[in-house]
């Protein structure tokens, strides 16, 4: 299986910062990653595809990056609807592996 | 409007038997494949398998296979997912999400999540 190595596991930030959030794959996976949020309670919801392809509905601030081992996501100005936790999920082999997560909080 | 909408929660004894489902609508269900993703508290998120309701392939998850079956019935567009004998291992959240081989097609859209708890 493919391990998905996501860092930090939680963080802590304000209103109108830049974070960033990466996950490594073991091996390479192309493009084949997606990002998602979750807040408690409710389903994940997608946010990237194809690592770098911006769900539709989904703000402009939200951005991804990266393809083969390395990939980010990167929110440019926090918002207070932002505080949740983010994965990243592979699907370039199955079976299919998600990060660990990173919550993001309010400091 | 496309909508994943699940069966609502179950608690059971270690032991019994249980399916729970995902009904589709608002696209042509036989065209998306519905994949089920496992959630512990502490463990995140785990993939359990897909399948494609059109011809009912399946494709598990080796951490899955033999633990649960998934089927569907294209005629009321629901996905299932059951097992024949739970263990408390098996208490999670478990959500369907549809799926298509193409660029984008990978878990657009979500049910709300079927919470199951098993009892010893």
């Known amino acids: 299986d493919i391990q998905m190595t996501q860092s930090p596991s939680a963080m802590f930030a304000s209103l109108g910062d830049r974070i960033t959030i990466t996950c490594r794959a073991s091996?390479?996976?192309?493009?084949?990653l997606a990002w998602f949020q979750q807040k408690p309670g409710n389903a994940p919801q997608r946010l990237i595809y194809a690592a770098s392809f911006l769900q539709s509905g989904v703000p402009s601030r939200f951005s991804g990056s990266g393809s083969g081992t390395e990939f980010t996501l990167t929110i440019s100005s926090l918002q207070p609807e932002d505080f949740a936790t983010y994965f990243c999920?592979?699907?370039?082999?199955?079976?299919?592996?998600f990060g660990q997560g990173t919550k993001v909080e309010v400091k | 409007e496309v909508q994943l909408v699940q069966s609502g929660a179950e608690v059971k004894k270690s032991g019994e038997s249980l399916k729970i489902s995902c009904k589709g609508s608002g696209y042509v269900f036989s065209t998306y494949w519905i994949g089920w993703v496992r959630q512990v508290p502490g463990r995140g998120l785990e993939w359990v398998g897909v399948?494609?309701?059109?011809?009912?392939?399946?494709r598990y998850s080796p951490s899955f296979q033999g633990q649960v079956t998934m089927s569907v019935d294209k005629s009321t567009n629901t996905a299932y997912l059951q097992w024949g004998s739970l263990k408390a291992s098996d208490t999670a959240i478990y959500y369907c999400?549809?799926?298509?081989?193409?660029?984008?097609?990978?878990?657009?859209?979500w049910g709300q999540g079927t919470q199951v708890t098993v009892s010893s």
């Open positions: 999400a549809r799926h298509q081989f193409i660029t984008g097609g990978q878990f657009d859209y």
């Open positions: 091996q390479a996976i192309s493009n084949s």
């Open positions: 399948i494609y309701p059109g011809d009912s392939d399946t």
């Open positions: 999920l592979q699907y370039r082999n199955e079976p299919w592996t």
